[in-house]
């Protein structure tokens, strides 16, 4: 099978396809033929090693000193199952399933080997592959800090969303609306309609004012794209307002419940996935130039067909 591997840390050209055995599924494992994968900023954080200071010696000691120990990139999937082991039950050759792999990696391949038991669901049956792999990685992150900051229990909670046009910010925007918050979305001015087109009630332009000054106070500050810090927005917060950031030591931890609520709210039609651009895998290192510029709206898919 056709993979792509990050050959060592550097710049979009460590990146290289190769032809790989294709996996054999384990006795509780499902064999995906990958239709549709994402290229997030996770993905190219890890090929560029992109964190600051003593971080980057942490980040080589979890996934490898010299080269990621597992070279296949790429961490959402959505395709069709071709095999599996004699001991998986739930599912049944043919189906279409969605799915994350967190730390795992692999999804930036035609095939991947995926227990039963991990974060694989079906996928809605109103998606198609792209969709379906473009709810995934920001949609799940979005769910899980703004859970951890209890929207789920706030009554029309007030809600500051900073880099609302990233695959994280665009997914919050919408989730937030769909626990009945009251949104105002951050991103520069070019992106104000995309924000308004996905949900958000205000959108406050950070290249045309100082958005630490806004006159508002929220109960929930969410930074969507790892900028900011809670010392700039504190005076925004209401008493009991609650500020997290992406960006910090702060991580997303997956659930299938997360899966299932994603999978929910798009069959409802309240999550449209945005799709910036979609490349071949064979285009990958053109698509990890374009994740690079940090300017994406939304998910860049990486499609196995063509
Ligand atoms: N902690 C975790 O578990 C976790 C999980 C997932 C992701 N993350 C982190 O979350 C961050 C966002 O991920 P992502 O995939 O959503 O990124 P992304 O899609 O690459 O975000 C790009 C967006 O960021 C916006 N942006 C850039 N500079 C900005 C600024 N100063 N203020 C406001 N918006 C700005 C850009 O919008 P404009 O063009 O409008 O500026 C662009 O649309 C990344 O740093 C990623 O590593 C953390």
């Known amino acids: 099978m056709k993979a792509s591997l990050c050959t060592q840390y550097g710049p979009p050209e460590v990146i290289e396809i190769h032809d790989i055995p294709k996996p054999t599924p384990k006795s509780d494992q499902i064999l995906v033929k990958i239709i549709a994968s994402t290229l997030n900023s996770g993905d190219v954080r890890v090929r560029g090693l992109q964190v600051d200071g003593w971080m980057k010696i942490m980040m080589r000691l979890v996934i490898g000193w010299n080269k990621p120990r597992k070279p296949i990139l790429g961490v959402t999937y959505a395709g069709i199952i071709e095999a599996m082991g004699q001991d998986v ?34 996928m809605p049956k109103e998606a198609n592959f792209d969709e379906a792999a473009a709810i995934l990685f920001g949609g799940q992150t979005a769910i899980c800090f703004l859970h951890k900051m209890g929207i789920q229990n706030k009554n029309k909670a007030k809600v500051l969303i900073l ?125 990890h130039r374009y994740v690079d510029t940090g300017r994406k709206k939304g998910n860049v898919v990486v499609s196995m067909e063509g």
């Open 163 to 287: 880099g609302a046009t990233g695959s994280v910010g665009t997914s919050a925007i919408q989730i937030a609306k769909y626990y009945g918050a009251n949104v105002t979305a951050v991103c520069s001015a070019p992106n104000k309609d995309l924000c308004l087109l996905l949900g958000a009630d205000h959108v406050k332009p950070y290249d045309q004012e100082d958005i630490t000054m806004l006159p508002e106070r929220y109960d929930i500050i969410l930074d969507a794209v790892g900028k900011y810090n809670h010392k700039q927005f504190k005076k925004l917060l209401t008493q009991n307002g609650i500020f997290k950031t992406v960006g910090g030591m702060e991580y997303a931890s997956e659930s299938i419940d997360q899966l299932e609520l994603l999978s929910k709210i798009f069959t409802e039609g309240t999550l449209k996935p945005v799709i910036d651009k979609i490349f071949t895998l064979a285009d990958i290192v053109e698509a």
């Open 89 to 122: 039950k739930s599912y049944e050759i043919g189906d279409q399933v969605f799915g994350l792999t967190a730390f795992k990696f692999g999804c930036h391949a035609e095939y991947i080997a995926v227990s039963e038991k991990s974060m694989i669901l079906q």
